[in-house]
């Protein structure tokens, strides 16, 4: 059994807007309890506005006005040493950022500054976490490090507007990678780009991750990526964690109705029938339904379902499900 | 060579056309209204008192016609004035005949000169450097405080600002610390003498102060604004998730972005500024080309004032130009078209 | 209406609604004047504010402040024909040349560039120093205009660019509609804030203009405006003179209306930007 390597405990965090005079409070990370182990890749999966980014800017201890912690804690086991990544000041965050942590946006954001060269935004994050004598050769280890994923060496002497949106993603991968962090977050790494290309970045995450032996936490909501990279996910709905288990049983013996429609609606080989997804939308993280926030689109729906919310908790060995139907025993695929 | 096909040919071209536009405005401006020059001029000069025979006054109008190249058609006129604008020549004053109007300008063209320069340069590092600064750090005390003083200061016209620093600084309401008038004291020699200097320092004090605060006021704004919008873009967050030193997101990726935009809000405003200038100068009597001006206007020396059009439509497109062409220098995204 | 109520939590929109509704009224009052503006000695001159004359007399023997009603009066309604002149010319521009492109755009940009690039003063000096004689608030509001159109012109064409890509304008395009009701009905009410905010800077900036052109006696100085009476009140050496009433009037009252005008607009615009609209920060 691997070490946990991040963990939160009942982490809350919201945003707090004044929209003339009214207060709205966006509940995009609602009571989440995630444990994170070393050497894995752990997907966590679901819908646009489930809250996702928001948990991992969390993660990252990004939390700036208008979001704010409101409970809980993100705790880092770095050797032997629980840290809370909200206790420590910007110097610290700062140091551990990229050093241990490391972060791969999704490809269609410009996040490269466009007026510098690709090798003069390798150097500045290098020379910004590294000891003297590596500052003094920023280059070469840029170099290395690009020739090492396989990729061109020119690409350096670019500008980012000069690359693809494929190759640019390329980079951003091997940014996060340059300083060899434990854990490496990706945020919808595969959107926005052609299947081709996204089986490139996929199988690129894969071979870095083997050889790093380092966690991978891949965010997106398509599921086809998420079976072929993770080892463990964690389905989001409405802010919380609803289901959590290993990438063959979520896709197996899904527990929750909400991860059941997730899986049905998949596409297989074989199989003409028509694919059916959720009924209804998302609900709105400022008006949450009460008790379970799946209710209204649940066909199982029972009474306390619309009075209690579930807990997360172990069903079966390391499955955990927040349902009251798991609470029963029943639970069947939904037709 | 694309690069000069497609930007640098284009930009010339459209250099030579507004000069040539403007140039062609102001010669057909005062051909294009009911008065006759001469006749005023002849009416003046019978209103100060001056006598003249009937045969003398047609030679008068003879001559004067000729030097003002007012005779022939419009364009013999318009060919000849090109004549003469190639040769340097924009003619003679009306009013402080015979001195050529290249003289006045020249006389007077330094202390503007020096002026502009001296502000814009002041404005341009101050106003970008603080407001970047506000901009990055937007949500502190002395950030908001600026933003508020500058809300107030921005809408004011040029003149209406010096006017308010001549009654405050130099009048007797409240204090009197500066001079009233003047480049430098009466009768003071320009020589290379520090006293000379000190003179002259003390005597651009406010005309440079007020083209300052109000300059910068504005350009302190933008670049706020600048800073703040460029502060939300994901290439700043993500350098920041990267945990690269403050500082070097502060410079490198924040002010470096945002002054793009603002090098050419400060091409686009040199007309502005200079019109600012000139005015600033009316007020306090300082003797540049805005007092020039003023004189020339009241005294109807058209020749005069259309001499300083010429000479500042050309001084401003020339500036934008330079400017236009250094931008790709500073803005890889523009160079490879 | 909830809109006028959250324009008022903002300290700028309440200061400037505030100040120019004061302004309006004094413009309103000069139709009540008991003195005619035009005429000199109607009182005694160069008098201290009074319980009868509230601001004094000047010294062509005219009562200040029913001289300021008129000055307020005539100066707004320059700026308006101004304004309003102007955006006709720069809406028009701006959505030719974004919605044409092509050469009609650079042609048009051209004009607009070059006007912006000729030193606007000088221009207007020559065109005053010329003019003066014919002057009159309507010749002197379209002088104004000639020239405040092309820096709001460029705003609107980079709207119109960037709601050309839009969607929406495709859909529009493919179901039939003609060009002008695509850019009448579709286009101008995204472009109704833009127009709004500019307007009123280009008032505040007509009413600059003028006085600056009236402090230099290029304007007709017997109609009464803002600047004229600055004109005045410097002609008669009302500094050198200490008479006080007479040179702080205008130029109290124009500071008021310079920064209540650029408030307006700000706060208005700010108000319709929607990416400024969710900026604020809850307290807990």
Same mark, same amino acid.
């Given at each position: 059994?691997?070490?946990?390597?991040?963990?939160?405990?009942?982490?809350?965090?919201?945003?707090?807007?004044?929209?003339?005079?009214?207060?709205? =409070?966006?509940?995009?990370?609602? *009571?989440?309890?995630?444990?994170?182990?070393?050497?894995?890749?752990?997907?966590?999966?679901?819908? $646009?506005?489930?809250?996702?980014?928001?948990?991992?800017?969390?993660?990252?201890?990004?939390?700036?006005?208008?979001?704010?912690?409101?409970?809980?804690?993100?705790?880092?086991?770095?050797?032997?040493?629980?840290?809370?990544?909200?206790?420590?000041?910007?110097? %610290?965050?700062? &140091?551990?950022?990229?050093?241990?942590?490391?972060?791969?946006?999704?490809?269609?954001?410009?996040?490269?500054?466009?007026?510098?060269?690709?090798?003069? /935004?390798?150097?500045?994050?290098?020379?910004?976490?590294?000891?003297?004598?590596?500052?003094?050769?920023?280059?070469?280890?840029?170099?290395?490090?690009?020739? %090492?994923?396989?990729?061109?060496?020119?690409?350096?002497?670019?500008?980012?507007?000069?690359?693809?949106?494929?190759?640019?993603?390329?980079?951003?991968?091997?940014?996060?990678?340059?300083?060899?962090?434990?854990?490496?977050?990706?945020?919808?790494? /595969?959107?926005?780009?052609?299947?081709?290309?996204?089986?490139?970045?996929?199988?690129?995450?894969?071979?870095?991750?083997?050889? !790093? %032996?380092?966690?991978?936490?891949?965010?997106?909501?398509?599921?086809?990526?998420?079976?072929?990279?993770?080892?463990?996910?964690?389905?989001?709905?409405?802010?919380?964690?609803?289901?959590?288990?290993?990438?063959?049983?979520?896709?197996?013996?899904?527990?929750?109705?909400?991860?059941?429609?997730?899986?049905?609606?998949?596409?297989?080989?074989?199989?003409?029938?028509? &694919?059916?997804?959720?009924?209804?939308?998302?609900?709105?993280? =400022?008006?949450?339904?009460?008790?379970?926030?799946?209710?209204?689109?649940?066909?199982? *729906?029972?009474?306390?379902?619309? %009075? #209690?919310?579930?807990?997360?908790?172990?069903?079966?060995?390391?499955?955990?499900?927040?349902?009251?139907?798991?609470?029963?025993?029943?639970?069947?695929?939904?037709? | 060579?694309?690069?000069?096909?497609?930007?640098?040919?284009?930009?010339?071209?459209?250099?030579?056309? =507004?000069?040539?536009?403007?140039?062609?405005?102001?010669?057909?401006?005062?051909?294009?209204?009911?008065?006759?020059?001469?006749?005023?001029?002849?009416?003046?000069?019978?209103?100060?008192?001056?006598?003249?025979?009937?045969?003398?006054?047609?030679?008068?109008?003879?001559?004067?016609?000729?030097?003002?190249?007012?005779?022939?058609?419009?364009?013999?006129?318009?060919?000849?004035?090109?004549?003469?604008?190639?040769?340097?020549?924009?003619?003679?004053?009306?009013?402080?005949?015979?001195? &050529?109007?290249?003289?006045?300008?020249?006389?007077?063209?330094?202390?503007?000169?020096?002026?502009?320069?001296?502000?814009?340069?002041?404005?341009?590092?101050?106003?970008?450097?603080?407001?970047?600064?506000?901009? +990055?750090?937007?949500?502190?005390?002395?950030?908001?405080?600026?933003?508020?003083?500058?809300?107030?200061?921005?809408?004011?016209? +040029?003149?209406?600002?010096?006017?308010?620093?001549?009654? !405050?600084?130099?009048?007797?309401?409240?204090?009197?610390?500066?001079?009233?008038?003047?480049?430098?004291?009466?009768?003071?020699?320009?020589?290379?003498?520090?006293?000379?200097?000190?003179?002259?320092?003390?005597?651009?004090?406010?005309?440079?102060?007020?083209?300052?605060?109000?300059?910068?006021?504005?350009?302190? #704004?933008?670049?706020?604004?600048?800073?703040?919008?460029?502060?939300?873009?994901?290439?700043? #967050?993500?350098?920041?998730?990267?945990?690269?030193?403050?500082?070097?997101?502060?410079?490198?990726?924040?002010?470096?972005?945002?002054?793009?935009?603002?090098?050419?809000?400060?091409?686009?405003?040199?007309?502005?500024?200079? $019109?600012?200038?000139?005015?600033?100068?009316?007020?306090?009597?300082?003797?540049?080309?805005?007092?020039?001006?003023?004189?020339?206007?009241?005294?109807?020396?058209?020749?005069?004032?259309?001499?300083?059009?010429?000479?500042?439509?050309?001084?401003?497109?020339?500036?934008?130009?330079?400017?236009?062409?250094?931008?790709?220098?500073?803005?890889?995204?523009?160079?490879?078209? | 209406?909830?809109?006028?109520?959250? !324009?008022? &939590?903002?300290?700028?929109?309440?200061?400037?609604?505030?100040?120019?509704?004061?302004?309006?009224?004094?413009?309103?009052?000069?139709?009540?004047?008991?003195?005619?503006?035009?005429?000199?000695?109607?009182?005694?001159?160069?008098?201290?504010?009074?319980?009868?004359?509230?601001?004094?007399?000047?010294?062509?023997?005219?009562?200040?402040?029913? #001289?300021?009603?008129?000055?307020?009066?005539?100066?707004?309604?320059?700026?308006?024909?101004?304004?309003?002149?102007?955006?006709?010319?720069?809406?028009?521009?701006?959505?030719?040349?974004?919605?044409?492109?092509?050469?009609?755009?650079?042609?048009?940009?051209?004009?607009?560039?070059?006007?912006?690039?000729?030193?606007?003063?000088?221009?207007?000096?020559?065109?005053?120093?010329?003019?003066?004689?014919?002057?009159?608030? =309507?010749? !002197?509001?379209?002088?104004?205009?000639?020239?405040?159109?092309?820096?709001?012109?460029?705003?609107?064409?980079?709207?119109?660019?960037?709601?050309?890509?839009?969607?929406?304008?495709?859909?529009?395009?493919?179901?039939?509609?003609?060009?002008?009701?695509?850019?009448?009905?579709?286009?101008?009410?995204?472009?109704?804030?833009?127009?709004?905010?500019?307007?009123?800077?280009?008032?505040? @900036?007509?009413?600059?203009?003028?006085?600056?052109?009236?402090?230099?006696?290029?304007?007709?100085?017997?109609?009464?405006?803002?600047?004229?009476?600055?004109?005045?009140?410097?002609? +008669?050496?009302?500094?050198?003179?200490?008479?006080?009433? @007479?040179?702080?009037?205008?130029?109290?009252?124009?500071?008021?209306?310079?920064?209540?005008?650029?408030?307006?607009?700000?706060?208005?615009?700010?108000?319709?930007?929607?990416?400024?609209?969710?900026?604020?920060?809850?307290?807990?």
């Amino acid at each position: 059994m691997n070490e946990s390597i991040l963990q939160t405990e009942q982490l809350k965090a919201f945003y707090v807007l004044d929209v003339y005079g009214t207060p709205k =409070v966006v509940k995009a990370v609602n *009571e989440v309890d995630l444990e994170i182990k070393e050497n894995e890749v752990y997907g966590i999966a679901g819908e $646009s506005g489930c809250g996702k980014t928001t948990l991992l800017k969390a993660l990252v201890g990004a939390i700036e006005p208008p979001l704010r912690l409101v409970g809980g804690r993100v705790l880092y086991h770095m050797v032997g040493d629980e840290v809370d990544i909200f206790s420590l000041d910007e110097e %610290e965050k700062r &140091r551990l950022r990229w050093e241990y942590v490391s972060y791969v946006p999704q490809g269609s954001m410009s996040v490269l500054n466009p007026v510098i060269k690709l090798k003069e /935004t390798y150097r500045d994050f290098i020379e910004s976490h590294a000891s003297k004598d590596m500052r003094a050769d920023a280059f070469q280890i840029a170099r290395n490090h690009i020739a %090492e994923l396989g990729l061109p060496l020119k690409i350096l002497d670019a500008y980012p507007h000069q690359l693809s949106g494929g190759m640019r993603q390329r980079v951003t991968i091997a940014l996060a990678t340059l300083l060899h962090p434990r854990i490496i977050i990706a945020d919808e790494p /595969t959107t926005a780009l052609d299947v081709v290309v996204q089986r490139g970045v996929v199988q690129l995450l894969k071979d870095i991750q083997r050889r !790093l %032996e380092n966690t991978i936490v891949v965010v997106t909501h398509d599921m086809g990526v998420q079976a072929n990279i993770a080892d463990r996910i964690g389905i989001m709905y409405a802010g919380k964690i609803v289901e959590e288990s290993t990438t063959e049983r979520i896709f197996g013996n899904p527990h929750h109705p909400y991860t059941q429609y997730l899986i049905n609606s998949l596409p297989r080989f074989g199989d003409k029938t028509t &694919r059916k997804s959720v009924p209804g939308s998302p609900p709105s993280l =400022v008006n949450l339904p009460s008790g379970c926030p799946f209710h209204p689109r649940c066909p199982y *729906e029972m009474d306390i379902c619309t %009075e #209690q919310v579930p807990s997360l908790v172990n069903r079966d060995l390391n499955h955990k499900v927040a349902c009251w139907l798991a609470g029963e025993g029943e639970y069947g695929k939904a037709s | 060579m694309t690069f000069m096909k497609r930007y640098l040919i284009p930009r010339l071209i459209q250099y030579v056309l =507004v000069i040539w536009l403007g140039i062609t405005v102001v010669f057909l401006i005062p051909r294009l209204t009911p008065n006759d020059p001469i006749m005023r001029m002849i009416g003046e000069m019978r209103g100060r008192g001056s006598t003249l025979e009937p045969g003398t006054m047609d030679d008068i109008i003879e001559d004067l016609t000729e030097m003002y190249g007012l005779g022939g058609s419009w364009l013999d006129q318009y060919w000849a004035f090109w004549g003469r604008l190639f040769h340097g020549d924009f003619g003679v004053s009306f009013f402080q005949f015979p001195t &050529r109007v290249n003289q006045l300008i020249a006389t007077a063209m330094p202390w503007t000169l020096g002026l502009l320069l001296t502000t814009t340069a002041i404005t341009w590092t101050f106003g970008n450097i603080i407001g970047g600064l506000a901009g +990055y750090y937007s949500r502190k005390g002395w950030s908001r405080t600026l933003d508020a003083v500058a809300m107030v200061i921005r809408p004011l016209p +040029y003149y209406i600002f010096a006017f308010a620093l001549l009654l !405050l600084f130099a009048s007797s309401l409240v204090f009197q610390w500066f001079p009233l008038t003047g480049g430098a004291s009466m009768g003071a020699l320009p020589t290379f003498t520090w006293a000379y200097i000190k003179d002259v320092l003390w005597h651009s004090a406010l005309p440079a102060l007020s083209l300052s605060i109000l300059g910068g006021a504005v350009v302190f #704004q933008t670049m706020k604004l600048l800073v703040q919008n460029v502060n939300a873009e994901s290439f700043v #967050q993500y350098a920041k998730l990267g945990g690269v030193t403050e500082s070097r997101i502060v410079g490198k990726y924040v002010i470096r972005n945002a002054l793009l935009p603002q090098i050419t809000g400060l091409a686009l405003s040199f007309g502005q500024i200079f $019109s600012g200038a000139l005015i600033t100068e009316i007020v306090f009597s300082y003797p540049g080309l805005g007092m020039l001006l003023y004189r020339a206007i009241i005294n109807g020396d058209y020749n005069l004032i259309m001499g300083i059009t010429i000479f500042s439509i050309v001084g401003i497109s020339t500036a934008i130009l330079v400017v236009d062409l250094t931008y790709p220098l500073i803005d890889p995204r523009v160079r490879y078209y | 209406m909830k809109v006028l109520r959250d !324009l008022f &939590r903002d300290y700028r929109f309440c200061f400037s609604f505030g100040v120019l509704v004061i302004i309006l009224i004094l413009a309103l009052l000069s139709f009540f004047a008991p003195y005619d503006p035009t005429l000199w000695n109607v009182v005694p001159k160069d008098t201290k504010p009074s319980a009868e004359h509230i601001l004094g007399t000047d010294s062509n023997g005219q009562d200040i402040f029913w #001289q300021a009603t008129f000055a307020v009066r005539n100066s707004l309604i320059i700026s308006l024909i101004a304004a309003m002149v102007s955006r006709v010319v720069a809406i028009l521009v701006g959505m030719i040349a974004g919605y044409k492109g092509g050469s009609t755009d650079r042609v048009l940009m051209f004009v607009s560039d070059s006007l912006l690039i000729i030193p606007l003063f000088l221009t207007m000096v020559m065109l005053a120093m010329l003019l003066r004689q014919h002057m009159n608030l =309507v010749i !002197l509001g379209l002088m104004l205009s000639a020239f405040g159109w092309p820096w709001d012109a460029r705003l609107i064409r980079s709207l119109i660019l960037s709601l050309r890509e839009r969607e929406f304008t495709e859909t529009a395009v493919l179901s039939g509609t003609g060009t002008v009701k695509l850019v009448l009905k579709e286009y101008l009410p995204f472009a109704m804030p833009l127009i709004f905010s500019t307007l009123i800077n280009n008032m505040s @900036w007509a009413i600059g203009l003028e006085m600056t052109l009236a402090i230099l006696g290029l304007v007709n100085i017997n109609i009464p405006t803002l600047g004229t009476m600055l004109n005045w009140a410097l002609f +008669y050496q009302s500094i050198l003179l200490q008479r006080w009433w @007479w040179i702080l009037t205008p130029v109290v009252l124009a500071l008021f209306l310079f920064i209540a005008l650029y408030w307006l607009s700000v706060s208005i615009s700010e108000y319709l930007d929607p990416r400024t609209r969710i900026q604020r920060v809850g307290t807990q």
